[in-house]
């Protein structure tokens, strides 16, 4: 099986992201030696990724005008996804797995507005479906797939940026 998603999250308190996002999935399945089958499914995913930092890997480092740290974490999320097209006598409906993993987190901090706003992750993890998500019957015989993934995710973040200098006002 491959999987294929992206999405789009809102850090609710540090260290908490619940995730919306859209999945591509296909699966392959050989029930003869001459047939291939290919299934493919769309859904939409949801979760809720909790990030916790555990110590930092180099403590500020300045390079190029601007002070690095890289840190790591460890990652872990219950998903749900809810399937919205595919053969449905293959994929089931619904399906709930669980993800859990470690983050490398780089981030770059100067004074400039555009390098504080931004940070970099990459994600290593591991996927455990807790429901079946295909079902294959052959010779009055049902195959059930459930999810197991090891996989990598690379997280962009941006972070809302304040300048509190005072402006200087403009003669007129």
């Known amino acids: 099986m491959n999987n294929l998603s992206i ?14 996002g859209y999945g591509y999935s296909t699966l392959s399945a050989s029930l003869d030696r001459n047939n291939l089958s290919v299934f493919q499914a769309h859904c939409l995913e949801t979760s809720l990724l909790f990030d916790k930092s555990l110590f930092k890997l180099v403590r500020g480092r300045f390079v190029r005008n601007a002070c690095h740290y890289v840190s790591i974490g460890l990652i872990g999320a219950p998903e749900f996804r809810l ?26 901090k100067n004074r400039g507005r555009s390098a504080m706003s931004r940070t970099q992750q990459l994600d290593v993890f591991v996927r455990r479906g807790f429901t079946p998500t295909a079902s294959l019957q052959y010779n009055e015989q049902m195959l059930a797939y459930r999810r197991f993934e090891v996989g990598v995710q690379l997280r962009f973040t941006f972070h809302q940026v304040n300048s509190f200098v005072p402006q200087r006002s403009r003669r007129r």
Request: no cysteine; net charge positive; charged share 10%.
């Open 7 to 20: 999405g789009v999250s809102h850090m609710l308190i540090p260290g908490i992201y619940p995730k919306m």
């Open 83 to 108: 399937q919205f097209s595919g053969n449905s006598a293959t994929f089931n409906r619904y399906e709930a797995s669980g993800l859990l993993g470690f983050s490398f987190t780089h981030v770059a």
